[in-house]
């Protein structure tokens, strides 16, 4: 249905738009309770880790490491990888979005000229008599549809918690290449440390070797020792290359975190670091705002309930004031003269009747959008508290399991020693050193995996807890709307 106003009705109009221009249908966000938050985190009661410590105020997280070949890798993260550019250039787009539904307060100015030259034929008693005439025109209008009822306020309002969501998003993608950056440089440098244990092994496999040889040749020992020995020193041998097939993949892996071709990127081997910091994980209540990819969830739910808004301000009917002006004359030297010119001005009003229920459809579908969107949010963060309090466990039980282990390894040390002393001097077989080596090669194995899992769940529990990043990092509402920024500002 649409309605023309007369002329005399625009004062009385323009007084009742003023009026209800403030108005903005639906109701107003708030912050959805979380699911239950816990007052302190159950993995970290009784427990005082041995390497505690968080990066200082203003220093990365991977700071905590003293590794200056991981701070040099991850410091390229931001700047290379080619994920991190893809969600920056949706968090790029969404402040575009926001801009293009701002543009739907202000009016909508347009200007035209147009020149015609047409022929008309007519009969005049009998004769056809031919006309040929001339027309010219130029023209503006401007047109402005008053958000009454907030649907345009509702639709910003959605668009910048939708880009605050991307750029959490960006944070959340960003802390994940990181992490992941820094568990498979940990495996490498662990791939190192094994490479090195079977270099010992294969100098201790080749004494063996040489000692059983001398045994046999003085006829104390039988050859089926010099085949065992010379079995246990190959497969040493054999598992030593294998290492390096794995270690090529995480170098590989690595380069493309840090935008490179695989081929471009060499990590020479180097010691692995036996600290294992662990991040104190502070209040359970704190990490709500400390998890990018809570923030993600918050705002994913805060679009979607301004979205209501914009449903239920369909049920009001929308004013269009129009306006348009110009000149038009069959001759162009005229066209400007005031008997020329042509003019009108009209607000028109437009109500849906009848819709076959299409609006309280579309009510009903946003409130359940929003509806999941907070379900959404509270598993995000009991997700969040199972992850803190996962790596907190892990960290205490594999620090006690290190502590066993590397008891272990002295015992099995000390015994292939005596073993080997035994060997030599003829009181035990050789299937006795064969064992102790196996075990002595097992609890190396072992202590190094241990560590692995340590430091794995190091890095981990950051990234459980943020990696330092909080949700004041996010744009606010004025920073949004200030437009698109540059895409190597967006970066950091």
């Known amino acids: 249905m649409t309605v023309r106003i007369n002329r005399a009705a625009i004062p009385s109009l323009a007084v009742l738009i003023g009026a209800v221009s403030a108005c903005t249908v639906g109701p107003n966000y708030h912050r959805p309770p979380a699911a239950s938050v816990p007052v302190s985190y159950r993995e970290d009661q009784g427990w005082k880790p041995v390497q505690p410590r968080d990066a200082a105020s203003g220093t990365a997280w991977w700071a905590i490491y003293d590794d200056p070949m991981l701070d040099d890798l991850e410091r390229q993260i931001s700047i290379s990888n080619q994920n991190l550019k893809a969600a920056e250039a949706a968090y790029r787009q969404s402040e575009a979005i926001v801009a293009e539904a701002n543009a739907g307060y202000y009016p909508t100015v347009t200007a035209g000229a147009d020149a015609t030259r047409s022929q008309s034929s007519a009969q005049i008693h009998g004769a056809t008599s031919t006309s040929i005439g001339n027309q010219f025109s130029v023209t503006a209008g401007a047109s402005w549809a008053p958000d009454l009822w907030g649907r345009i306020r509702r639709t910003v309002e959605s668009n910048i918690a939708t880009a605050q969501s991307n750029a959490a998003d960006l944070a959340s993608a960003r802390l994940s290449a990181q992490g992941t950056l820094a568990t498979d440089y940990f495996q490498l440098r ?147 003269n005031a008997a020329s010119n042509v003019w009108s001005v009209g607000p028109t009003l437009a109500e849906t009747v009848f819709d076959g229920g299409l609006r309280d459809a579309q009510v009903a579908a946003a409130r359940a959008t929003y509806d999941q969107t907070v379900a959404n949010y509270r598993q995000t963060v009991l997700a969040a508290f199972q992850q803190v309090e996962d790596e907190l466990s892990s960290l205490r039980i594999l620090e006690h399991e290190a502590e066993v282990e590397e008891s272990a390894l002295r015992s099995s040390r000390e015994a292939l020693r005596l073993t080997l002393n035994q060997y030599q001097a003829g009181t035990v077989a050789y299937t006795n050193v064969v064992v102790a080596q196996n075990t002595e090669l097992t609890d190396e194995q072992s202590v190094l995996t241990i560590l692995q899992n340590r430091l794995i769940a190091s890095v981990a529990l950051v990234q459980a807890l943020g990696g330092g990043w909080t949700q004041s990092d996010l744009p606010s509402p004025v920073q949004v709307q200030a437009g698109p920024m540059p895409a190597d500002q967006a970066q950091h």
């Open 190 to 336: 662990v791939d190192d440390e094994v490479k090195h244990v079977f270099d010992e092994t294969i100098v201790a496999d080749k004494y063996a070797l040489d000692l059983t040889t001398n045994q046999y040749n003085a006829g104390f020992a039988a050859q089926t020792d010099v085949i065992t020995a010379q079995t246990q020193l190959e497969g040493a041998e054999a598992q030593a290359i294998n290492v390096g097939v794995q270690r090529a993949q995480l170098e590989h892996a690595i380069a493309v975190l840090v935008g490179k071709s695989p081929s471009g990127l060499t990590i020479a081997p180097a010691a692995l670091t036996r600290t294992v910091p662990v991040v104190p994980p502070g209040v359970p209540s704190t990490l709500l705002e400390r998890r990018p990819d809570i923030s993600v969830a918050e705002r994913q739910a805060a679009a979607a309930h301004a979205q209501i808004g914009v449903a239920i301000a369909a049920y009001y009917p929308d004013i269009t004031l129009s306006a348009s002006t110009g000149f038009a004359s069959p001759m162009l030297q005229t066209l400007f």
